[in-house]
């Protein structure tokens, strides 16, 4: 995500640490540098002219604080641009206690019906009962995508059947099909066209009259770039969006239209999906991507993905045996289970500040790696978990062949387990020692 940009004004802060002072001539060649950043990343190119202008009018124009180097300045005065470009605040997505109507829309193949099924998920959580509704008759299996959907995540779909192609029916079906299975909110999958047509808005304009939906919300492929800028004002036009989805974050190297999008449309951005699984959709924070445009990390949504897949009781529990020197085989299997929920471990790392300038460009991390270790660890037996001491010759070469690994695996795994617990007892030690030394 926004990889190649990250990387442009990284260059560009890189060069302006190496000066001790900054002049007006050095702040214009910094700022020339971030608007060709901006114009490569595919940013609408009014929305570069004008970012930069700002820019550098307040380098221009204010002191360099104390606590500050020139450099550091520069980077506190984009990251607050930035964040001001991105929508400046998080736009919360509520909808009413009674019964809401939420519409779907976008082109075709921009992910709206995973998106929908996304946010059913995500409202599920909430306590919210969604009924998916499929309303894209043009789209061939577009309904058995949805109905498949919302089997993976137990919500239930309102849909026609063969030949069914007048979506005004189709909606008030659905809607008694939400009164009877007593459902709140009501999602609506409609359909796309590979381009934008008169024909597609008029469906859509004469739906939205008919169901009012509380929230529309635009599913825009923040991979196609200045163009989505261009879809997202015809669709702002003709049915007054509320809020846009960015889909395929994760794939986009670039990020134009995340920074372009907000700033043209006026319309707030709401949600960011960021992988292919259900449970990938994140309410989108200006600030926070900001701080991963430039490097800076994203601990807030880093904390927020460990305790979705750590429990409070389980994260006391492992706590309680890192202290006591307890931890051992199968409290590690554990961690790396969780671990791989949370998501693509390089993407993870990414969140952590610094840790995408140490990452080699482009590099990932092979996902295999940790499944390597989870074989090695599940064919052991519990009490070689336990008493990995216990693991001779023999054993290892047991393990190996039930892991599809080989023997050094298996020592290189048992090395890094018993260096990983020698550092834990470092640190427990020392967190000791400062106890004793604090004066209350």
């Not at 690994?405 to 018993?418: G, I, K, M, S, Y």
């Amino acid at each position: 995500m926004f990889q190649s940009l990250t990387e442009k004004f990284d260059r560009v802060f890189a060069a302006l640490r190496a000066r001790g002072k900054l002049s007006e001539g050095d702040i214009r060649e910094a700022v020339r540098e971030v608007r060709r950043a901006l114009l490569e990343a595919d940013v609408n190119f009014r929305v570069a002219r004008d970012f930069v202008a700002r820019v550098e009018t307040r380098l221009v124009g204010e002191e360099v604080h104390k606590s500050f180097t020139p450099a550091q300045q520069v980077v506190r005065v984009v990251n607050e641009e930035l964040t001001a470009l991105l929508g400046g605040a998080v736009a919360p997505f509520h909808l009413k206690d009674a019964t809401s109507v939420v519409m779907v829309v976008g082109l075709q193949g921009s992910g709206k019906t995973t998106f929908a099924a996304k946010l059913a998920a995500m409202l599920r959580k909430r306590g919210r009962r969604p009924l998916l509704v499929g309303l894209d008759v043009y789209r061939p299996a577009a309904m058995e995508q949805l109905e498949i959907l919302g089997k993976q995540i137990a919500v239930p779909v309102a849909r026609g059947g063969e030949g069914d192609t007048d979506v005004i029916a189709l909606w008030r079906r659905a809607q008694d099909v939400a009164r009877d299975r007593l459902c709140d909110t009501l999602i609506l999958d409609t359909a796309g066209r590979l381009h934008f047509d008169d024909e597609m808005m008029r469906e859509l304009e004469a739906l939205r009259e008919v169901a009012r939906p509380e929230a529309t919300l635009l599913v825009l492929d923040s991979m196609t770039g200045q163009e989505a800028v261009n879809v997202a004002s015809a669709f702002q036009g003709r049915l007054a969006v509320t809020g846009i989805v960015l889909s395929k974050l994760d794939g986009d190297a670039r990020g134009g239209a995340a920074l372009s999008v907000r700033a043209v449309t006026g319309t707030p951005i709401q949600f960011a999906s960021v992988g292919e699984k259900l449970s990938d959709l994140e309410p989108f924070h200006p600030d926070r991507m900001a701080g991963r445009i430039l490097g800076m990390g994203d601990v807030l949504s880093l904390i927020e993905k460990t305790q979705a897949a750590i429990e409070v009781g389980e994260a006391e529990k492992l706590e309680g045996r890192l202290r006591s020197q307890a931890f051992d085989l199968s409290d590690f299997l554990g961690e790396i289970r969780r671990l791989k929920k949370m998501g693509p471990l390089d993407d993870i790392l990414k969140l952590i500040p610094g840790m995408s300038k140490a990452m080699p460009a482009g590099a990932a991390i092979d996902p295999r790696q940790l499944g390597r270790v989870e074989a090695i660890i599940s064919s052991m037996t519990p009490e070689e978990r336990a008493r990995p001491h216990l693991i001779d010759g023999s054993r290892r070469k047991r393990i190996a062949r039930g892991s599809g690994t080989t023997v050094q695996d298996v020592n290189a795994l048992l090395r890094q387990f018993e260096q990983m617990k020698k550092m834990m007892k470092t640190m427990g030690r020392m967190q000791k020692l400062k106890r004793r030394q604090l004066p209350f």
